[in-house]
T-cell receptor, first 114, second 110 residues
């Protein structure tokens, strides 16, 4: 079965540093998403991306965050200047074209900001 | 906005049936999803409801009442591997993203 792949699985960084989390969505999917989950808390929506632009974003997705699809396969989340509270599991997801399409999630990148 | 409520924890024994409830108050509605999440892993899709009624898929069924803003996930013939968090999620209108509730942690014992 096709799957969403994310790299790296773990990322440790110092506060104030920039990090880029990488994702390869399922190849024929058109919608891409980033979610985060702080330990013990709920899965929170950050941003969705369609047709090379952001289609929806939450209040969490502020100017510190950006997304990009640099080529035909990768989808990245950049955090410009990490804060301690950015420590979380970051999940990438993708879905097909229909409104009823389910989201397929990658296995996540555990980001630790020290 | 969206407000999604689920019980925090539930326990059950192997072979039993458990019902996990979800209530939601949203500014609109375009489908309700249930996902399973084992500790440290990604959410995986279980079911989708957009119309009222019951959707059955093997040991798992999901029910929706749009007028009541209510859904439940029914798990039958529980197995130890069903110990996980069960996440209720709503798709608001006009978009494709899902908004998740806090999840219900189910512990199945022998």
């Amino acid at each position: 079965e096709p799957e969403v792949t994310q790299t790296p699985s773990h990322q440790v960084t110092q506060m104030g540093q920039e990090v880029i989390l990488r994702c390869v969505p399922i190849s024929n999917h058109l919608y891409f998403y980033w979610y985060r989950q702080i330990l013990g808390q709920k899965v929170e929506f950050l941003v969705s991306f369609y047709n090379n632009e952001i289609s929806e974003k939450s209040e969490i997705f502020d100017d510190q965050f950006s997304v990009e699809r640099p080529d035909g396969s990768n989808f990245t989340l950049k955090i410009r200047s990490t804060k301690l509270e950015d420590s979380a599991m970051y999940f990438c997801a993708s879905s097909g074209a229909g409104g009823e399409e389910k989201l397929f999630f990658g296995s996540g990148t555990q980001l630790s900001v020290l | 906005g969206q407000n999604i409520d689920q019980p925090t924890e539930m326990t059950a024994t192997e072979g039993a049936i458990v019902q996990i409830n979800c209530t939601y108050q949203t500014s609109g509605f375009n489908g309700l999803f249930w996902y399973q999440q084992h500790a440290g892993e990604a959410p995986t899709f279980l079911s989708y409801n957009v119309l009222d009624g019951l959707e059955e898929k093997g040991r798992f069924s999901s029910f929706l009442s749009r007028s009541k803003g209510y859904s439940y996930l029914l798990l039958k013939e529980l197995q130890m591997k069903d110990s996980a968090s069960y996440l209720c999620a709503v798709r608001p209108p006009g978009g494709t993203a899902l908004i998740f509730g806090k999840g219900t942690t189910l512990s199945v014992s022998s």
